[in-house]
């Protein structure tokens, strides 16, 4: 069994977020860019199937589209564990565009799962996943927080308002896995970051595609007003001003 | 043309966030000199059918079918895709909860459709289409613009409020047949939470950090909780350190809410936890730290002990229902 992990590249979620160009564009300087966390809990858990024989899974390759600056995440996610990656040597224009480019890798590579986070930490679009399972006709489990592969078959946890359900689906499909997938991201050891430069990475050019959709311009959150102190001691006032003042409670 | 707004229910039930999505799409609907539909799936009486066109919708389709009571992702995006096309319709508009992120960006690829997931207000222009949505984990608004004469949009729960408005709605029954083996879910158990506020539908949350300092001191916020109808919820902290469930974290990697209030006990308030909250409408802080991030983002702050203020904002809640 093949599995294909998909990774964004995205700023540390620390960072200060700055725009230029008039706000139509993120100002990367001085930027971290790390594993989206979403996809990092996904390869952690496609790395703990792996080591378990019963999953079947014999390898799992790393997909990504961007330029090449984002070669050394994609070598930390090869330090981690993945065994092979493939780069699809384009600049993401949108989410449909990123979902058709994966959706080619998949069809020349056949994949029998394919997993994606559900959301990343910088267009927050929760898009890419879905896309790519419809334009595969692959089914596809969204909001997965478990899976595990056993006999052949895949057992998901999906979350659904209020609670969750144990659904199944036929390989091949695509898994759309949220919070809870791993309790932790895996960290690279060093024999892993030895081992991850000799690891391959395949450079794939993209496929001519019209993007959906086009971010123009930025705008920063409204600051807040400042906060205004109650003392410890007159925790009243607080619960008098919540509902009289603000009307909340 | 017309606003399709695909109306999700549960066990037979529309929520709150139901009649704040066709408040939406009736408002996008005015703004293309058109008018709103609400789409039903699955068996829903018509009483409570009825109440969707208490916010605008012109028309209500209640789709029947048949052979299909799980959520597949594939037959659902079908069945809704086919009823848009059928429709005429020119933007459809889902929540942006688990079911809308299954659905839309299917359905955004079989009806060649641009998406603008997670939009907090209407949209900015119609022509050319710009949406205004959350970018960087809320550290900012990006203004998106999509090119496709069809367009998605996913509405951020309780980012934009009820608007009533009668509209003399038409219901039109409709039985839809899908194929079989479309479907390919298996749902082989159902867990549901039972008896409790959920984090992601309730007005008030009242939020426990690490500051709680152990597991066992969660008593009184539970309390506060009830005494508010709140619900509970907590920082990744805790979640990670199992003192609570992982449900109840809300954070950048967990729940993203929106609540009118939103009360962060012995939560100091970094970057990846208010991205989850900062849409609040009221942030109410309790923390030992005077100097916390939290404060920064919350209207009203109390510096002190979580284990000394909690007990007080009991009595205090109490004394104010005595009234």
């Known amino acids: 069994m093949k599995l294909l992990v998909c990774i964004s590249n995205v700023p540390d979620t620390t960072t200060k977020v700055k725009f230029v160009d008039d706000n139509k564009k993120f100002d990367e300087t001085g930027v971290q860019w790390v594993i989206n966390p979403w996809d990092e809990l996904s390869l952690t858990r496609a790395l703990e199937m792996k080591d378990d024989p019963a999953s079947g899974i014999k390898t799992v390759t790393i997909a990504h589209v961007?330029?090449?600056?984002?070669?050394?995440?994609?070598?930390?996610?090869?330090?981690?564990?993945?065994?092979?990656?493939?780069?699809?040597?384009?600049?993401?224009?949108?989410?449909?565009?990123?979902?058709?480019?994966?959706?080619?890798?998949?069809?020349?590579?056949?994949?029998?799962?394919?997993?994606?986070?559900?959301?990343?930490?910088?267009?927050?679009?929760?898009?890419?996943?879905?896309?790519?399972?419809e334009l595969l006709d692959f089914p596809s489990v969204s909001a997965v927080s478990y899976l595990k592969i056993e006999n052949g078959q895949a057992i998901i946890n999906r979350e659904i308002d209020g609670g969750k359900e144990i659904v199944s689906v036929p390989f091949?499909?695509?898994?759309?896995?949220?919070?809870?997938?791993?309790?932790?991201?895996?960290?690279?050891?060093?024999?892993?970051?030895?081992?991850?430069?000799?690891?391959?990475?395949?450079?794939?050019?993209?496929?001519?595609?019209?993007?959906?959709?086009?971010?123009?311009?930025?705008?920063?959150?409204?600051?807040?007003?400042?906060?205004?102190?109650?003392?410890?001691?007159?925790?009243?006032?607080?619960?008098?001003?919540?509902?009289?003042?603000?009307?909340?409670? | 043309m017309s606003v399709l707004v695909y109306t999700e229910n549960w066990d037979g039930k529309f929520k709150k966030l139901s009649f704040e999505l066709v408040s939406y799409a009736s408002k996008v609907a005015e703004m293309l000199n058109t008018t709103a539909t609400a789409l039903s799936i699955g068996n829903v009486e018509e009483a409570e059918l009825q109440k969707l066109g208490n916010f605008g919708v012109k028309k209500i389709i209640h789709a029947r079918i048949d052979g299909l009571n799980i959520l597949d992702n594939q037959a659902y995006t079908k069945t809704i895709a086919d009823i848009a096309t059928k429709e005429g319709a020119t933007v459809l508009?889902?929540?942006?909860?688990?079911?809308?992120?299954?659905?839309?960006?299917?359905?955004?690829?079989r009806l060649k459709a641009g998406i603008g997931s997670g939009v907090g207000k209407l949209p900015l222009g119609v022509d050319p289409f710009v949406v205004y949505k959350r970018a960087y984990s809320g550290n900012a608004f990006a203004h998106l613009t999509i090119k496709t004469p069809i367009r998605i949009l996913t509405l951020a729960q309780n980012s934009f409020g009820l608007i009533e408005k009668n509209a003399g709605a038409a219901?039109?029954?409709?039985?839809?047949?899908?194929?079989?083996?479309?479907?390919?879910t298996t749902v082989k158990e159902v867990q549901k939470l039972t008896g409790k506020i959920l984090l992601t539908d309730a007005d008030i949350v009242v939020s426990g950090g690490r500051g709680m300092k152990s597991p066992d001191n969660w008593g009184p916020l539970v309390e506060l909780a009830d005494l508010l109808g709140a619900a509970t919820a907590c920082s990744r902290p805790v979640s990670d350190e199992g003192w609570r469930g992982h449900e109840e974290h809300t954070g950048q990697t967990g729940k993203i809410i929106a609540p009118i209030l939103y009360i962060?006990?012995?939560?100091?308030?970094?970057?990846?936890?208010?991205?989850?909250?900062?849409?609040?409408?009221?942030?109410?802080?309790?923390?030992?730290?005077?100097?916390?991030p939290i404060f920064e983002a919350a209207q009203f702050g109390i510096v002190g002990d979580a284990q000394k203020v909690l007990p007080k904002l009991v009595e205090a809640v109490k004394e104010m229902k005595a009234r």
């Open chain 1, 66 to 133: 961007g330029s090449a600056t984002a070669e050394p995440t994609i070598r930390k996610a090869l330090a981690i564990g993945a065994d092979d990656a493939i780069r699809v040597n384009a600049v993401p224009a949108d989410a449909y565009y990123v979902a058709s480019q994966l959706a080619e890798v998949v069809r020349t590579e056949k994949f029998d799962l394919v997993m994606c986070g559900i959301e990343s930490s910088d267009h927050n679009g929760s898009l890419v996943g879905g896309m790519l399972a």
């Open chain 1, 172 to 249: 091949p499909f695509v898994a759309i896995v949220q919070k809870g997938i791993a309790k932790e991201p895996r960290i690279a050891a060093m024999r892993g970051i030895m081992m991850a430069r000799t690891k391959p990475i395949k450079v794939v050019e993209p496929v001519n595609i019209e993007s959906f959709t086009e971010v123009t311009g930025f705008e920063m959150p409204k600051p807040r007003a400042a906060c205004r102190f109650i003392d410890a001691e007159n925790v009243k006032q607080l619960i008098e001003v919540l509902q009289n003042e603000a009307k909340v409670i």
């Open chain 2, 264 to 292: 962060a006990i012995g939560i100091s308030g970094a970057t990846q936890h208010l991205a989850g909250v900062s849409s609040s409408k009221y942030i109410v802080a309790v923390n030992t730290d005077k100097d916390a």
């Open chain 2, 171 to 184: 219901l039109e029954n409709l039985s839809v047949q899908v194929d079989g083996t479309l479907v390919k």
């Open chain 2, 93 to 109: 508009v889902l929540s942006n909860n688990n079911t809308g992120k299954a659905l839309a960006p299917r359905l955004s690829v």
